[in-house]
């Protein structure tokens, strides 16, 4: 198993009295991309905040590459590209800015690469920032977090307020980086984007990370869902089996969800004459509504 | 390092060149006006007038020299006013924007952040009274008759160089505040009322006997203003100012160190929040 490059133990944020994240023990290994999930307020920027030192846990700890997040900060940061969910970039040309983040990164910088990405997103550096749009200011973000081709990116959000050919953009310079044997650590609400790049996704709601799981395992156990035609009617009390939901029925159709059961569901209802059964797929995003329509204890 | 303190200052070109610009016109005016302005406050007694009295202004104008070094102590008030501003921006306005957020991501240890925003404002304060004194410059020539003998250019490049201790007073102050409170407002508030209430308290307070005694407590007692021309400069209460002002950046550096970036708590939440912790567990 490859080393952890983000490891954190009994990870706490409180802000007064109000819970931020809640003991979140998590494992990312180098290589991999891991996707982290959860709707707005689940906990996501805060655990990635303390992982970047601006904000201090309030109980265990948080370690990248092995080191404390917290005394180790800047030979971290070293190593760490980093787009904020809330990007926001001071008034100068964008190229003075980037010449700057170089300068204080030590000039480890290819400016061959820099050009690259910036025609890659189609991004003129002579304007200044305070003019961009939000898709611009965002490019700039994503050139200033892969330019060093940094050992971990960590990324929130990446492709908010980018047009669907600049995200496609984004989401291959992922793969590259996970080709290149780096780490990402992203965040998203966008699942269809973490279904494309990552490797394991860690889904945290209201400050606690519920579940952790490689996306093709998480979804090959999703749920199933089946649309039976019947040539009559069913009675609702044949749908009754344990471990299957009925999601639809009108009269001779009929569509459920499938936990468990599936072969004793069939055998009570085959006897109503199956005229067409169609699978349905559950794509990442229902999966994920599933694990947060119920308590910790459904997942 | 050297390149994140020319990004902070590029990032106060603007409002460096307006502050300037506006306090060297407001000097310019008063050089040019005095002449004339003058003889006509000659046979007033102005510690009769309490507006005059809230400002400070008690002594008639016996001479030119006088009446400029009266008017001249205004720059102190005004640039403590753009330090003010300069220093809550510089980290809790920044911190409210979300640049911090981004430059802190960066490999930079939290007290090199703070120590170019030190230095880019000193450097930014400074060159505000360099750009003043240019207003001196531009008229001294056409009144340097009615005021030859009385007042010359270095005196005046002096007594406006001698607000630059107090400006960084206030802007340290401010900074600190900002790192220590939760909020931009807090501190901006924390830095005005202590500007304007300790300038119209110290003044005030001259005339006052019983009060007198506690204006070493308030800056602007340590802050010659235009006296400078007519007095020379006190190197004691310039230093008192250095060292106030570098005590607030300690405390700012200290602050900053302690601080949850991006939260804007006040400083009191931590306890609370490992008393939480502790009920939780």
Known sequence: MNKPVIETKGLTVYYGKHRGVFAVDLTVRQGEVFGFLGPNGAGKTTTQRVLLDVIRPTSGTAAIFGMDCQHDGVAIRQRVGYIPGELALPGMRASAYLDMLVSVRGNHTDPAYRRSLCERLNLDTSRKMREYSRGNKQKVGIVAAFMSKPDLLILDEPTSGLDPLVQQTVLDLVREAKADGRTVFFSSHILSEVQAVCDRVGIIRDGELIKVEKVHDLLARRLHRLRLQFCMPVAPELLQVPGITVIEHNEDQVMVEVQENLDLFMTKVAPQGIVDIETVELSLEEVFLAYYGGGSDHV | ?281
């Open chain 2, 1 to 281: 390092m050297f390149n994140l303190i020319v990004a902070e200052l590029k990032k106060r070109v603007t409002a460096v060149i307006g502050w300037g610009v506006g306090i060297g016109a407001y000097l310019a005016m008063i050089v040019a006006m005095s002449p004339d302005l003058a003889p006509q406050f000659a046979n007033l007694d102005l510690s009769a007038i309490p507006i005059y009295k809230a400002f400070g202004i008690t002594e008639n104008f016996l001479s030119i020299a006088n009446l400029v070094a009266i008017y001249v102590s205004f720059l102190g008030l005004t640039i403590a006013i753009y330090a003010v501003i300069t220093g809550t921006s510089a980290l809790a306005g920044e911190e409210e924007d979300g640049t911090l957020e981004t430059l802190m991501s960066l490999p930079l240890a939290r007290w090199q952040i703070v120590l170019a925003k030190v230095v880019a404002i000193a450097i930014a304060l400074l060159v505000v009274l360099l750009i003043a004194y240019l207003g001196y410059l531009a008229v001294f020539p056409s009144v340097k008759a009615d005021l030859e003998g009385e007042i010359t250019l270095a005196e005046l490049f002096w007594s406006t160089l001698e607000s630059w201790p107090l400006a960084m007073m206030f802007a340290m102050l401010s900074l600190f505040m900002g790192a220590y409170l939760p909020r931009r407002n807090h501190a901006l508030g924390v830095g005005l009322t202590v500007l304007i209430g300790g300038y119209l308290f110290n003044n005030l307070a001259e005339q006052a006997g019983p009060l007198k005694d506690l204006r070493p407590f308030f800056p602007f007692y340590y802050n010659l203003g235009g006296k400078v021309l007519t007095e020379g400069v006190d190197l004691g209460k310039v230093g008192v100012l250095v060292a106030a002002a570098a005590i607030f950046a300690v405390l700012a550096f200290l602050s900053f160190q302690r601080r949850d970036v991006t939260v804007g708590t006040w400083p009191w939440s931590r306890l609370l929040a490992k008393s939480a912790v502790q009920t939780q567990e």
